[in-house]
């Protein structure tokens, strides 16, 4: 299965353009987050996206809430958003999670979860499935620029208790387009640009 991930978008409708250009050559297409700015401008790309006509599997970023883009998603017919919940393509599961993990600092806005929360929200995640969560996990790709660890243990002990294939994940910029590896887990902070990825 040929995957096409992306994360941070944040109305950026060129990128959005160049990802649509992408997913004619593959069968899968997984948006980790961030499509718009502070809870605004969300349709801005959605609106070129939803030409996509292969499978989409999103989750919200902090910048937008699970039921903004439900919304925004709704004549977008390939699409489905993930937030503590999951669906299978081709026998392959995949969970989401979205928002910030754990809380940010940015104020009432921004789409935010404990630790707790998220823990509860990716308890029924699937064995070895595809996780797509906006935040990285804690020590893996979630590297500020100021050079802050900012990801979620919450994200790094489902990792260790469920062996996802593949994480998908973005929110820390300083990282985008960049892959780690947790034991058998690889964990790609995807980015605006869009990382394609052969799932084996």
Sequence with gaps: MRLLLFS????DVAAARQLVERSQSVDVVVGAGDFGNVRSGLERCLDVVKVISVPALLVPGNNESAGELVAACRTWTSAQVLHGSGVEV????????GGGVPVTPFGSWSYDF??????????????????????????????SSRGQSLGSTAVREAILRRSPR???????????????????????????GGVVWELS
Excluded at 8 to 11: F, G, I, T
Excluded at 114 to 121: M, V
């Design 114 to 143: 404990t630790e707790e929360e998220a823990a509860r929200l990716l308890a029924s995640c699937p064995v070895g499935a595809v996780l797509i969560s906006h935040s990285p996990p804690k020590g893996v790709l979630d590297t």
């Design 8 to 11: 941070d978008l944040h109305c």
């Design 90 to 97: 081709a026998g392959v599961p995949f969970f989401g999670l």
């Design 166 to 192: 593949l994480v998908v994940c973005g929110h820390i910029h300083a990282c985008a387009g960049q892959t780690a590896w947790m034991g058998t887990t690889a964990v790609v902070n995807a980015g605006p």
